[in-house]
């Protein structure tokens, strides 16, 4: 059994930054992809960035969010730059037990384990 527990969330002002952290605890860490998801009030959970080998990023967030692992610590990180009032929401840490392709990192069916959320509010 995986565990997540994101850390990180706030209250930014526009143009400000904040960096999540989601830790990790059981089973082999190195050997999972890694995502993070958002959810908006009223809408659905959306796709953010991910981390296999390589690194993929939404276009609304490319440029500005940088998602990064370090397997020593089991611990992704999401330093959020430049954020904006639309980025408002619920993030989710979520891993898959394994490679997968790139597409597949986009679809939150395809992954093991959740955390609970850490919520991000960005004031204009």
């Known amino acids: 059994q995986v565990q997540l527990v994101e850390s990180g969330g706030g209250l930014v002002q526009a143009g400000g930054s904040l960096r999540l952290s989601c830790a990790a605890s059981?089973?082999?860490?190195?050997?999972?992809?890694m995502g993070w998801f958002r959810q908006a009030p009223g809408k659905e959970r959306e796709f953010v960035a991910a981390?296999?080998?390589?690194?993929y990023y939404a276009d609304s967030v490319k440029g500005r969010f940088t998602i990064s692992r370090d397997n020593a610590k089991s611990t992704v990180y999401l330093q959020m730059n430049s954020l904006k009032p639309e980025d408002t929401a619920i993030y989710y840490c979520t891993a898959h037990l394994g490679w997968g392709t790139p597409e597949s990192t986009q679809n939150p069916q395809w992954y093991h384990y959740w955390g609970q959320g850490t919520q991000v509010t960005v004031s204009s």
């Open positions: 981390i296999r080998r390589n690194t």
């Open positions: 059981g089973g082999t860490f190195s050997t999972y992809s």
